[in-house]
T-cell receptor
């Protein structure tokens, strides 16, 4: 059981480029959550997805950010035209059937925008 | 595993009582954080305590950190039914960020 896999672990992008963060949930988990952690701050909820559906995106910025969880393959968090303020750690968590069944978190992707 | 581990896994108390949850970890850390998760919702950040701090307060929350024992505790005083949730600790040591599996707290009205 490999757990929740996030890649890459570290990502460096220049301002204006696109960042793609991947999250493979645990086997059997169909619910995925993305969180962002700015330096010296706690995690902040971004988006909650099930296969092919966005359930709750209330924490995601309206512009430049998008997320998907296709029927096949990992969940992708996409940040277009990155800015320095996007530099943060992005964490993905998965659960088998919603938050009541417990989360398993990945180790995160640390995005640095230069 | 280098994850934080909370205990107990589940805790049930009467409204008005205090609730104490503990967290142990294995690596050196920059800070330790506690989060709450209400049913069906995302994690909510409660409090962050740095490795050079021993105690921190926020409203009815009191967090302690003992780096020599690699442990932390979260105390919720005068509990309310609305405190019913899962509570997670998370450790940050620059290279890794680990969550524990959580303590499920039930406060009975």
């Amino acid at each position: 059981n490999a757990g929740v896999m996030q890649n890459p672990r570290h990502l460096v992008r220049r301002r204006g480029q696109e960042a793609r963060l991947r999250c493979s949930p645990m086997k059997g988990h169909s619910h995925v959550y993305w969180y962002r952690q700015l330096p010296e701050e706690g995690l902040k909820f971004m988006v909650y997805l099930q296969k092919e559906n966005i359930i709750d995106e209330s924490g995601m910025p309206k512009e430049r950010f998008s997320a998907e969880f296709p029927k096949e393959g990992p969940s992708i968090l996409r940040i277009q035209q990155v800015v320095r303020g996007d530099s943060a750690a992005y964490f993905c968590a998965s659960s088998p059937a919603g938050a009541n069944y417990g989360y398993t978190f990945g180790s995160g992707t640390r995005l640095t925008v230069v | 595993s280098q994850q934080g581990e909370e205990d107990p896994q589940a805790l049930s108390i009467q409204e008005g009582e205090n609730a104490t949850m503990n967290c142990s970890y294995k690596t050196s850390i920059n800070n330790l954080q506690w989060y709450r998760q209400n049913s069906g919702r995302g994690l909510v950040h409660l409090i962050l305590i740095r490795s050079n701090e021993r105690e921190k307060h926020s409203g009815r929350l009191r967090v302690t950190l003992d780096t020599s024992k690699k442990s932390s505790s979260l105390l919720i005083t005068a509990s309310r039914a609305a405190d019913t949730a899962s509570y997670f600790c998370a450790t940050d040591n620059d290279n890794q960020f680990y969550f524990g599996t959580g303590t499920s707290l039930t406060v009975i009205p």
